[in-house]
């Protein structure tokens, strides 16, 4: 089709020629309503952003003096954010002589 066809049967759409692929021979181009197509195409790209999980480094602290069962809560929330795909940061802690 030639581009005064495609330019014709656009206008009498009532919509826009939008060219898809310029590097192809020849060049391909789709009638469509680019507005709708710009905003289709920010909607897709907010919908893979909410979907991507952001990972986050959580930091656990252990002194010399923490007392067992506190040691074991630390322990299950550090399991724990590990089986959430999150990075753990364990830090021991000494007092200084």
Not at 9 to 36: F, H, Q, T, W
Not at 57 to 77: A, H, M
Request: aromatic share 8%.
């Amino acid at each position: 089709m030639s581009l005064r066809e495609a330019l014709e049967k656009a206008e009498e759409a009532g919509v826009d020629l939008v060219e898809i692929s310029p590097n192809a021979e020849p060049p391909v181009c789709r009638i469509m309503d680019y507005g709708k197509f710009l905003y289709e195409k920010s909607k897709s790209s907010k919908e893979q952003k909410k979907k991507q999980k952001i990972i986050q480094v959580k930091e656990i602290k252990f002194r010399p003096g923490t007392d067992e069962g506190d040691y074991q809560v630390k322990l299950r929330s550090l399991i724990r954010f590990l089986e959430e795909g999150d990075k753990a940061k364990n830090h021991a802690a000494f007092p200084r002589s």
